[in-house]
């Protein structure tokens, strides 16, 4: 299986910060990763696919890139609506997988 | 708008039986492909396995002798049975629908825990 590894495990952030999550992947996946958020008791939300590609109601401050092995996601200016925990997933190769997540909370 | 629901009991015995049911509105499952995914306690998100437009099933290798997904396409529901849980099953379950290559819908998720 394909072991995404996300870090850092937590980030602590004021509101307007420009946050950045890092996910590694195991071997070349292409652009074949994509993003999650998962407030509390909520359930995941996608944020990005394909890297990069944007979702439609999603807002514009979160953006991601990479390929290959290293991939990031990025908050523009830190909302306190942002505060959830963040996961990446490959697409690559089955079975899917999942990083361990990386926690943002506020400072 | 697609919109998944799980049920199923919160509580399982050991070397039971976990089944749970997910009831889709908005969306026929005779497309696409209808997943399980689960996350432990310590929010690590593991991929169970789908049933496609079709009827066909993928399960993740880990689960693969103890894990069955079917359906009921006339009631658009699908379900999940995973056999001789432990401890180590009790989790949230999620159902979500595949799309794009990404789990674009999700339910809202239902916590079993697995005890005596």
């Known amino acids: 299986d394909i072991l995404l590894t996300q870090s850092p495990a937590i980030l602590s952030v004021s509101p307007g910060d420009r946050v950045s999550f890092s996910c590694r992947a195991s071997q070349n996946i292409g652009t074949n990763i994509h993003w999650y958020q998962q407030r509390t008791n909520g359930s995941p939300r996608l944020l990005i696919k394909?890297?990069?590609e944007s979702i439609s109601g999603i807002p514009s401050r979160f953006s991601g890139s990479g390929s290959g092995t290293d991939f990031t996601l990025s908050i523009n200016s830190v909302e306190s609506e942002d505060i959830a925990d963040y996961y990446c997933?490959?697409?690559?190769?089955?079975?899917?997988?999942f990083g361990a997540g990386t926690k943002l909370e506020l400072k | 708008e697609v919109q998944l629901q799980e049920s199923g009991p919160s509580l399982v015995k050991p070397s039971q039986t976990l089944s749970l049911t997910c009831s889709v509105t908005?969306?026929?499952?005779?497309?696409?492909?209808w997943n399980w995914i689960r996350k432990f306690p310590g929010n690590k998100l593991e991929y169970m396995g789908y049933i496609s437009y079709s009827g066909g099933t993928y399960y993740n290798p880990s689960l693969k002798s103890r894990i069955s997904i079917t359906r009921d396409t006339s009631r658009t529901q699908y379900y999940l049975q995973l056999s001789s849980v432990t401890t180590e099953d009790t989790a949230t379950y999620y159902c979500a629908r595949f799309l794009w290559g990404v789990f674009a819908y999700w339910g809202q998720g239902t916590l079993v825990t697995v005890s005596a």
């Open positions: 908005g969306d026929s499952i005779t497309s696409g492909y």
């Open positions: 997933q490959q697409s690559n190769s089955w079975p899917t997988t």
């Open positions: 394909y890297a990069s």
